[in-house]
């Protein structure tokens, strides 16, 4: 049984992604759309294997260095951290209710809009009491420093 060319072409594509889960860095894929590419083009013109590397090679670098750029910061999530620091903004200066008991060093929690969010503060505060969201404390804007009002 001989394989087709295409279909080795398809299957080279497959082992591009395969590489591209193993080693993370946002280049295999490229070639994999290259090996598609050059399948593509051999399923619909009989083509040799000079052309179909030269196929291969051009597609591939090409969506290389056109896309990769604009696909990282589209799928390493770039774009959308300034919104996640706007969202995390809009809570500083405002009052909430500490649900459970703060202490210098020890985490409490306290109510905002709706929604629980961990808190630490250099001085205790009682559970009822209110607070203002001086800051966030976290990287991923769970934890707030609060002061009382």
Do not use: C, N
């Amino acid at each position: 049984m001989s394989l087709s060319p295409a279909l080795i072409w398809f299957i080279i594509g497959v082992v591009f992604v395969i590489v591209e889960l193993l080693i993370p860095g946002f280049i295999f894929i490229f070639f994999t759309a290259g090996a598609w590419i050059t399948g593509l083009s051999i399923w619909m013109f009989d083509v040799g294997i000079t052309t179909q590397v030269i196929v291969f090679i051009i597609s591939s670098l090409i969506l290389l260095f056109s896309l990769r750029k604009y696909s990282m910061e589209t799928f390493k999530g770039s774009k959308r951290e300034s919104v996640d620091d706007e969202y995390a903004s809009s809570k500083i200066g405002k009052k909430a209710v500490v649900t459970k008991a703060i202490s210098p060093g020890h985490a409490g929690e306290v109510k905002f809009s709706g929604s629980f969010w961990t808190a630490e503060a250099d001085t205790e505060i009682a559970e009822g009491e209110t607070v203002i969201i001086e800051r966030q404390e976290s990287e991923d804007g769970l934890t707030f420093k609060v002061k009382q009002v």
